[in-house]
């Protein structure tokens, strides 16, 4: 079945700087990327999402990669705030229909003041 | 914006008694889900559930486990006689169509003493 890696477990970035963080998904068959943000207490909460026939997609501060033919896919903050402190987990799914999702680990993402 | 709630956010309970997790999904949404994450793991997928039924089950859900729409809007996590591996945050999700990013609850967190 799907296995999804991520690194690092924990990043800690200037604020302002980029932080980048990167996934590696097992199946081949996979098509469906989205990245979730979960704060203290919350619920994770999506914030970007790629599918296969897609290289690159961008939404302000935030892009994400995926290179199918590596299986691998990373999310890019820019310009980073206070804010984006939190866990971010990637996942990896078939996309379809109700197939379900698998996790990556999460990487706590610091942002120093 | 429209959330998906989920009661109680924190549950404590006795080894072997029985639970029940409570969420609502957004109103129009047709596909809905059960992900548990024990502390310090991955997060994981227990079921999916489409047009009154279950779609898609995990290893972990087996017969302790039964979800249950009982009344068009509420959709609930019924645990049988829990365990203390049963200790965990439970996240309910829920989406629109089979092409669509998940929306997540804030999560129950269960605890088993």
């Known amino acids: 079945g799907e296995n999804v890696e991520q690194h690092p477990s924990t990043l800690s970035v200037q604020e302002g700087d980029s932080a980048v963080i990167k996934c590696t998904y097992s199946d081949s068959a996979s098509n469906y990327f989205p990245w979730y943000k979960q704060e203290l207490g919350k619920g994770p909460q999506l914030i970007i999402d790629i599918r296969s026939n897609v290289g690159e997609k961008k939404d302000q501060r935030i892009a994400v990669t995926l290179n199918k033919t590596a299986k691998h896919f990373s999310l890019h903050i820019t310009e980073t705030q206070p804010e984006d402190s939190a866990v971010y987990f990637c996942a990896a799914s078939l996309g379809d229909s109700n197939y379900q999702l698998i996790w990556g680990a999460g990487t706590k993402l610091i942002i120093k003041p | 914006e429209p959330e998906v709630t989920q009661t109680p956010s924190h549950q404590v309970t006795q080894m072997g008694q029985e639970v029940i997790l409570r969420c609502v999904p957004i109103?129009?949404?047709?596909?809905f889900y059960w992900y548990r994450q024990i502390l310090g793991q991955k997060v994981e997928f227990l079921v999916s559930f489409y047009n009154n039924e279950i779609s898609e089950k995990s290893e972990i859900f087996d017969d302790q486990f039964s979800v249950e729409r009982p009344d068009g809007s509420n959709f609930t996590l019924k645990i049988r006689s829990t365990k203390l591996e049963d200790s965990a945050m439970y996240f309910c999700a829920s989406k629109v169509g089979t092409g669509d990013g998940y929306t997540f609850g804030s999560g129950t967190r269960l605890t088993v003493v």
């Open positions: 109103s129009n949404h047709l596909y």
